[in-house]
């Protein structure tokens, strides 16, 4: 699996030891608030990081395990997430993120964003990269834009509305 680092982050492949803080981060309701499901439960959070492995082994990419690199803590994750049930046009691979609250508002989700991207692009050829939020998640609307992202359209997804956009390779702007 590929190993990303950035100026602050690790981005790595998932660890047995990455279960207990993953799960601690997604059992908190402020961090859940604009996932769809809400908050979860350990058992529900080990399925979430069983599909990200699965994901990567089918697809040699996914979301990586995010580590701060200056104290070595998981974080969170962040990375690229095929969805073959996304409606809105044959591209289909997802730049996400969901970072511990006290790393949020300080660039970590952006600069894991750009790297993800960038990657997408320069290593697996990616024609373009779209990214889903729930319409009031602001803060994540802000990585994407930051991340070079537009504004595409609307959709109905999984049983929500959401917002979409998107970055094509040929127009990337991702400080690369």
């Known amino acids: 699996m590929v190993e990303i680092e950035t100026e602050r982050l690790l981005l790595r492949g998932w660890r047995d030891g990455d279960l207990e803080p993953y799960a601690r981060i997604c059992a908190e309701p402020e961090v859940m608030r ?9 058992g529900q959070t080990a399925e979430s990081v069983g599909r990200y492995v699965r994901h990567w082994e089918k697809y040699g990419y996914g979301l990586w395990a995010v580590e701060d690199r200056t104290s070595g803590a998981f974080i969170g994750r962040i990375g690229l997430m095929r969805h ?30 750009l790297a993800s991207i960038r990657h997408g692009f320069e290593e697996l050829k990616l024609g373009r990269i779209i990214s889903i939020a729930i319409p009031g998640n602001q803060a994540s609307l ?18 929500l509305d959401v917002v979409w956009y998107a ?3 040929e127009n990337k702007q991702t400080g690369s």
């Open 167 to 169: 970055i094509d390779r």
């Open 34 to 42: 604009y996932m769809g499901r809400g908050a979860m439960g350990r």
């Open 142 to 159: 802000r990585v994407m834009e930051k991340a070079g992202l537009t504004h595409r359209g609307q959709a109905r997804w999984k049983g």
């Open 84 to 113: 073959d049930d996304w409606p809105e046009g044959a591209h289909k691979t997802e730049v996400g993120w969901l970072l511990d609250r006290s790393f949020w508002g300080r660039g970590f989700a952006t600069e894991g964003a």
